[in-house]
């Protein structure tokens, strides 16, 4: 008797609450509807010439505008139930029966698609957007709020939220409304692009290191064997045939360690273009001197290859070339002009190195008396992996990938600087690159 009659109080206490509810949203159903139609009569007032759609027609413009919009719209009541919401809303969230769904009070409907953060943690309901939009918050711009939630069919969605207060003419709230911009797939893109640089640099110092060390130790042998070879030279000569024999032994070790030399060169380079398209070539920027690099890059070719004649034309002894620069990155773009030089045009022929101060830069120009290059093909050089049909290395053992003019002109665009080849077919080149005094 007793618990029926605790029972009946229960459920009338429910109905009272479902009651005071339905008439809650009766109530606010009643202002939004008055708002929309404030909105629409200011909207007739505003355009008095156009009587040309009634107001229906105008309406149902406004619902199919609503409808086509592509980011998912919703339109609450103040107390974060909703009014409607558009297409592009129910497919986001894959919601297969509108009504259902909408009727729903938010606690639910936040259940359901499990309202998290940026960072996938659960969300307090005071942070949820449209608590903070009913509060009287604008998100917009800068400050819209990044969330993430599950669909109906268990799939996460990314979501940039916008929205703004509904408010009527003495400024109170009467709703809000949300705009949902799916940005999954974006995130996801760069999710994979951290992944990959990460894997990108962890390629690199593997690589750097497990193929640069074989040949730093070939090269230590090459040295060693050298000096032991020079050591076997007897006072007198020897048998017959044994100095050549020893000559000889020493010549291919110098072979071997030209080959070396390329090779680390090569690998070097492959690196560099690596780095390139990672965004993870860095500069050790310090202050130096363009002409103290450039000589020494000249020095440098002489000793590698005594048969040419390189000559240089300095920059008087007083006159200094300050640069902000990554020493070791300009002298590799020297030192890739001068190999050019060499390697394209006759053994014969001179090339010449010009260090020159040009009102606020310092300018370098390596000449030679190479094929020359047509204007197309001066336009392509600076291509990665881009060789110049036609043209055959004349000189010296160097070969190449294409890749050295790609690596020079990316360094002197991180200097700031300019980059270019004076040319005509058959009548030689001259690079240069420039960069601004410190
Ligand atoms: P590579 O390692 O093949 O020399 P580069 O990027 O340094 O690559 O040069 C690209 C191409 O430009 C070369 O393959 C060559 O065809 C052409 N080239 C470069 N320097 C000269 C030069 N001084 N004279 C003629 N052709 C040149």
Redesign the pocket.
Known sequence: MNGSVHMDQELLKEVKKLRARVAKLEREREQALAHGQQELESLRQTQPLDNTFSVDERHAALEAVFDTIEDALVVYTPSGDIIRANRAFYRLLNIEQPLEYIQQPIEVRSQLIHMCDEHGEPMPEESWPVRRVLRGEVLANGDVADIIFMTMDGRQIHADVSGAPMLDSAGNITGAVLALHDVTLRKQQEQFHVEETRRMDEFLSIASHELRTPMTTINGNIQLAKRRVKGLSLPDGGPAGYEDKLTLILELLSRAERQVRIQNRLVG?LLDVSRIQANRLELNVVDCDLAEITREAVEDQRFAVPNRTILLHDVPADVALPIQADADRISQVVT??L???L???AADRVVEVQIELQGKFARVS?R?E????SAQ?QVH??ERF????G?E?QSGS???????????HTIIALHQGQIG?D?KVGE??T?WFRLPLA
Request: proline letters at 5%; one cysteine or more; a neutral charge.
């Open positions: 380079d890739n002009f190999t050019n030089a390697k394209y045009s390596v030679d190479g094929p020359g290059l093909n050089l600076w881009y060789r110049v049909p043209i290395i160097g070969m190449g990938l294409g890749l050295g003019l790609y690596i020079c080849v040319s030689g080149s690079f």
